[in-house]
């Protein structure tokens, strides 16, 4: 919930002005303003696109939603309205997704010979979803299958195409005894529908003691006794000395089904992510029951994605593909097969090891030939076929030990998501291979919460975004929107994990005019498409690269040193890969490594953080980093990299390579090697190397994007981490520009408005302005020429709060007094204000709530009108008569500010706590939207003298009715400090020009 700020005018001044000790930079915050100005701040010679889309955003980088269908059981009527509802309230992509779990959850079930995805019913519902879409601008994205991961009903689990495990069983042998008997079975049986296992291999290893990495195996001790199996059965006398095992391993279909199925009859199961086989029936299925001429026609208008969800293959065993050995053989370069028991799963934990660093290895081999085999018969032929369609592919390119950073380099849209994401790091994984990949987009699955369902806060929602947006998300795609209706639902409709998921509250905000913060949603989707907006225009640029053995995501593992002690002071980062070394651009000139992309200054490579801490480096890579040292490039490295090894198990003449390798990057000028992480900012120091921005140790996390020589700074106060509590930040802030010309502009996010900053501080190619956000608020600072006929100097100290107007400078102040500002010429300029009013606490109020409530079906919302009069304000949930009221109130009171208010005078509107957002109209005039974030208002020159109507506007989520409501499910949950809670004061200040 928002909180009141503790400083009223200085809080509120967007434009800026600073302390006159310190002061010299503007305060820049998230601010809404409705000032009265005579007239509009020239937004200097920023680029016309950016500022035309800035003040006025359309769709074309507007946020959107997952959309819920129940099947194909919709009206195309109906999906033609929803288009209509999302478009209207300023969103901009609708993906369509089967998901009912809240449905199988309780026991729902939908015909699905006549709704079943892709039945005629579904194909119906899409063409009108493209076809309102085309006449909307809403992009019409589609989910490859049914629910996920990517599945198809026309193949068996044993089919080709189907997803594959490797089961192995297990007989232990006694020294010198015999073992005669059927092949061991496999240890875990198979599901149900798998009717064929086939034998791949047996084997016999000198077992010893078993410990949490599993049993001991001895490597030299191997016997192969796959030639010695006669109908299933094999003989075998072990060698007198020590303990054997008798090993088998067998293919089969996991029979994995897709989420929550089934979603068609027959139903669906999980094809091979890394087969050919498995993309063809994917496709396949496309062809033959969903692309027919009018759906081509369609999709092609559109210009939508596939989408795909992560990649949580299930098995069991060892996830498989048929041609694993071949591949295995042609990727890695060896056989597979002596170490097939150092790959083997049960319940995804190994059983076996060799107990040296061989283990390690041959994993690492086997997880890359996955990933290879994933992004070469999956991402990119479903890729290649998208764009066939005139569509793109937007995916999830993680869920195992896959190289998220080279496939989110080769994706249309990578995607990430915050539920699963354990902190900022793993959003900036995935955004290095985006980066260097030259792509625009990083999405993603936002602001769901575990337990939520109705009760997700804007104030929760804003602090998720703003956060994950510093980490280099730049659309999000909110989860979710929900279809109006489905067989058996309640009020007030259906929604996809809601009610009775996993027998509680469910996860995932049903947005839509079902609740009530929808009637404020314009506000949100234009800050999103404006916040968004800047951050996919022109490049981003960073300090550091991160040189990782491994491209998995979602772990929580940071780089060394920086997230903890240098993101802090402004050090920005990336992650790469060895596979992405060799994308076009990421090439070093003039010390820069990818100067027409991210621009890295310096390149970090450490031991290898999720295995061991082991020195190792790919020999690709070693190539590279000799490449890039011999350009130039400033390469830091941690730890002994004199006995480096190869990833993955070394090959003849491995080592010997990548220890000559980098031996020749280690005798660079431009090369460091440090022992310690902690002496990283040493070695940078000494390489040279700045930081583009510069603060003191907060929780300020930036991006930073260039284009045409303006630089755009997103700026936020970021949670690294969902469980972080934030507060509030103030402080200077230097950032570099590109040109030398370059004066610093905000851009607010909430009203579109682009205003010049009045006081601010330049030192070379540094510009220094002063922050001010609470807790996950963000805001944007441009740096760009000035207007050519703008000459009006920056100012360096003030006592009071400078903006400029028409290229004026205006003080703003809340004391009486004489008052000066110090130009950066040394002019001196002055005022003497003679009185400030007095704060003044408004009241009583008069409240009115609309009360949503249950109607005739499931889908009906009657909103009978409550009313209050309060002398003391407090949230609905202790006002007699609202205690389970969920809707929207709006609040009413008189302020009479006597006959002495003049044209001079404005005020701030501080509404201390409100729940959840909120508008405020005063005297008939709306002011801009409000940043839910931050309570105080602007209310500029709006106030009069006499009597003033004041009203606050205020909705909540559904949760206190629905308590009531469907109290077997949400009962449990604790009621909500819905409306306006305050304190709440206007506090008066006075404006005027400055003159010499």
């Known amino acids: 919930m928002s909180q009141p700020p503790t400083l009223a005018v200085r809080r509120r001044s967007l434009f800026g002005a600073a302390a006159a000790a310190a002061g010299v930079a503007a305060v820049v915050g998230g601010t809404t303003t409705a000032s009265a100005a005579p007239s509009k701040p020239h937004p200097g010679s920023l680029p016309r696109d950016l500022v035309r889309a800035f003040e006025a955003p359309g769709t074309e980088t507007a946020a959107g939603f997952r959309w819920w269908w129940p099947h194909g059981a919709v009206d195309p009527v109906e999906v033609a309205r929803e288009v209509d509802q999302v478009a209207d309230a300023g969103f901009g992509i609708l993906e369509v997704a089967d998901v009912t779990h809240s449905l199988r959850a309780r026991d729902i079930e939908i015909d699905l010979d006549r709704y079943g995805w892709g039945s005629p019913a579904w194909v119906g519902g899409v063409k009108a979803a493209l076809s309102q879409g085309a006449k909307r601008d809403v992009r019409i994205d589609i989910t490859v299958g049914p629910s996920w991961p990517a599945a198809v009903p026309t193949i068996t689990p044993d089919d080709e195409a189907a997803c594959t495990e490797l089961a192995h069983g297990r007989a232990d042998v006694a020294g010198g005894t015999t073992y005669d008997g059927p092949v061991p079975a496999p240890l875990e049986e198979p599901h149900a529908g798998v009717t064929r296992q086939d034998l791949l ?167 890359q030939v996955l990933s290879d085999l994933y992004r070469d018969h999956h991402l990119l032929p479903l890729q290649a076929f998208a764009r066939s369609l005139g569509m793109g592919l937007r995916v999830q390119p993680y869920g195992l030990e896959t190289d998220t950073v080279e496939h989110s380099a080769l994706v249309d849209e990578p995607e990430t998501e915050s539920l699963g994401f354990k902190n900022l790091d793993d959003y900036r994984v995935m955004a290095g291979g985006r980066d260097l990949g030259g792509r625009t987009i990083l999405s993603s699955e936002a602001a769901c919460y575990f337990g939520a369902a109705y009760q997700t806060t804007w104030d929760r929602a804003l ?164 490449d890039f040292a011999r350009a130039g490039l400033p390469i830091v490295l941690l730890g002994d990299w004199t006995q480096v090894q190869p990833v993955g198990l070394a090959q003849d003449g491995e080592i010997e390579e990548v220890r000559r390798l980098l031996a020749e990057v280690i005798g660079r000028p431009t090369t460091r090697v440090v022992a310690d992480q902690n002496d990283i900012p040493g070695a940078l120091a000494d390489l040279g190397i700045e930081r583009d921005v510069v603060h003191d140790s907060s929780t300020v996390m930036h991006v930073r994007r260039v284009v045409d020589g303006v630089d755009l700074y997103y700026l936020a106060n970021a949670k690294h981490a969902e469980n972080r509590r934030l507060s509030r930040v103030t402080q200077d802030v230097w950032l570099t520009a590109s040109r030398a010309d370059s004066v610093p502009y905000v851009l607010d996010a909430w009203t579109g408005t682009i205003t010049p900053v009045a006081a601010y501080e330049r030192q070379g190619d540094r510009v220094r302005v002063h922050v001010d956000l609470l807790p996950g608020q963000s805001t944007v600072v441009a740096l760009g020429p000035a207007h050519p006929s703008d000459r009006t100097p920056a100012v360096v100290a003030s006592t009071g709060d400078v903006r400029r107007d028409d290229r004026s400078l205006l003080l703003r102040t809340a004391t009486a007094g004489r008052h000066t500002a110090t130009l950066a010429t040394g002019r001196q300029l002055a005022t003497t ?103 105080t208002v602007d209310l500029g020159h709006l106030l009069r003298a006499g009597r003033n109507v004041v009203e606050v506007e205020v909705t909540s989520t559904l949760i206190n009715r629905l308590r009531t409501v469907t109290p077997e499910v949400y009962g449990v949950a604790t009621r909500q400090a819905y409306g306006l809670v305050g304190p709440v004061r206007v506090v008066p200040y006075v404006e005027r020009k400055l003159t010499s």
């Open 833 to 935: 204000v003679d009185r400030v009013r007095e704060p003044v606490v408004p009241g009583p109020w008069e409240l009115v709530v609309e009360d949503w409530q249950p109607g005739r079906t499931a889908t009906d919302t009657v909103r009978p009108l409550r009313r209050a009069e309060l002398t003391t304000l407090a949230p609905w949930s202790q006002v007699p008569g609202l205690e389970d009221v969920s809707g929207v109130g709006r609040y009413r009171t008189i302020i009479d500010l006597g006959d002495d208010w003049g044209s001079e005078d404005g005020a701030l509107l501080e509404l201390g706590e409100v729940n959840d957002t909120f508008r405020v109209t005063v005297n008939g005039k709306a002011l801009p939207p409000c940043d839910v974030l931050d309570t």
């Open 201 to 367: 291999a047996v084997q016999a290893f000198r077992a010893g003691a078993t410990d949490r990495n599993g049993t001991l195996l001895h490597q030299d001790s191997l016997v192969d006794l796959t030639a010695d199996v006669t109908d299933g059965r094999v003989r075998w006398t072990a060698p007198a000395e020590g303990s054997w095992v008798v090993l088998s391993y067998w293919v089969r279909g996991s029979a994995q089904e897709p989420e929550a199925g089934p979603h068609t009859n027959p139903k669906s199961y999980v094809v091979d992510h890394f087969s050919a086989a498995g993309s063809r029936a994917v496709i396949s299925l496309w062809e033959d029951r969903v692309l027919d001429r009018e759906m081509r026609r369609l999709l092609g208008k559109a210009g939508g994605h596939l989408f795909e969800d992560s990649l949580e293959i299930e098995t069991d065993t060892t996830i498989w593909t048929p041609r694993m050995l071949e591949e295995f053989r042609a990727r890695a370069g060896y056989d597979l097969l002596p170490f097939l028991p150092v790959v083997v799963e049960l319940d995804e934990k190994y059983q076996f090891t060799f107990g040296g660093t061989d283990t390690t290895r041959v994993r690492d081999d086997f997880n």
């Open 463 to 626: 602090q998720t975004l703003n956060s994950i947006f510093a980490a280099g998300v730049n659309q999000a795609v909110l989860h979710g929107f929900a279809y109006a209706d489905a067989p058996g639902v309640t009020w007030p409709g259906f929604a996809a994990f809601s009610p009775y998921y996993n027998g509680a509250i469910g996860y995932g905000e049903a947005w839509g005019p079902r609740t009530p913060q929808w009637r404020h949603m314009p506000d949100v989707a234009a800050y999103l498409a404006r916040t968004q907006l800047v951050l996919q225009t022109g490049r981003p640029t960073y300090d550091m690269v991160f040189l990782r053995q491994k491209g998995w995501a979602s772990t929580g593992i940071g780089p060394f040193w920086t997230t903890r002690d240098g993101v802090p002071l402004g050090w920005s980062h990336g992650f790469a890969t060895a596979a992405v070394l060799d994308l076009p651009g990421v090439e070093v000139r003039d010390g820069v490594l990818a100067p027409d992309g991210p621009a890295y200054k310096v390149l970090i490579a450490g031991p290898d953080q999720f295995r061991g801490q082991e020195v190792t480096v790919e020999v690709a890579a070693a190539r590279r980093l000799r």
